[in-house]
């Protein structure tokens, strides 16, 4: 489970700060899909780089199973994050000259065996739906969909507890959208907790549960019909 307790963050300084994150306070429990929804600069994006481990809030705690991640120092947060934490983008920052297959194991490259690496990577492709002969290709000869399959895999490879997913669908169209958003619902019932952010309510009703991010302060979310 994961805790977040009065999370405030700001940028800028004195007179010129600008509070982005006001006492937050959100409890995201085990294999359950939370979104985040939002209009553009509203600080969803840094909640998420908070909850993370990739950006130190001001004042508050970020708690995985009663760890705080701020309490550990930055080269255990980092060895946390990679084992623990998927981080899934809108732009899926894919290495434009290395094939779907490597892109994919580079986040253990030098953690396991390369061998036991492609192999692991190949069962996780293949399990959300990328075939076998797109392994061997550049990124440039995918669609947007089949990029976002890719960098889940890659979120995947480390097998986390958590993926995390900024606008997974953002860049995606409408066909595609759902497409990946079924994949997130899959993960989500295989026992992966997802925390995603999006401005797409089509998306987020997918989710168990919403909050929506305003004026800094984080509140639940109701669905209506």
């Known amino acids: 489970m994961i805790t977040v307790e009065n999370l405030r963050k700001s940028f800028g300084r004195g007179t010129n700060a600008t509070e982005v994150l006001r006492d937050i306070d959100l409890t995201i429990p085990d294999g359950k899909w939370t979104a985040i929804v939002g209009p553009s600069g509203s600080g969803k994006s840094t909640l998420l780089n908070c909850l993370s481990g990739l950006l130190k809030p001001d004042f508050g705690h970020v708690n995985y199973d009663g760890k705080d991640l701020y309490r550990l120092k930055e080269k255990e947060r980092s060895h946390f994050r990679r084992k623990h934490i998927g981080f899934v983008f809108q732009d899926f920052k894919l290495l434009p000259y290395y094939s779907v297959i490597d892109n994919v194991i580079l986040p253990l490259l030098y953690d396991e065996a390369k061998q036991k690496l492609y192999e692991k990577a190949r069962q996780i492709l293949l399990h959300i739906g990328i075939h076998e002969q797109l392994f061997t290709r550049l990124p440039r000869s995918l669609s947007g969909g089949e990029k976002q399959r890719v ?43 997802i925390v995603l952010v999006t401005h797409d309510m089509e998306v987020a009703k997918k989710a168990d549960d919403i909050y929506q991010l305003t004026s800094g302060s984080l509140v639940p979310y109701e669905v209506t019909a």
């Open 151 to 193: 960098a889940i895999a890659r979120a995947l490879i480390a097998d986390p507890d958590v993926l995390v997913c900024d606008e997974p669908t953002g860049n995606l169209d409408q066909d595609n959208r759902d497409i990946i958003t079924g994949l997130i619902d899959r993960l989500r019932n295989e026992g992966k907790t």
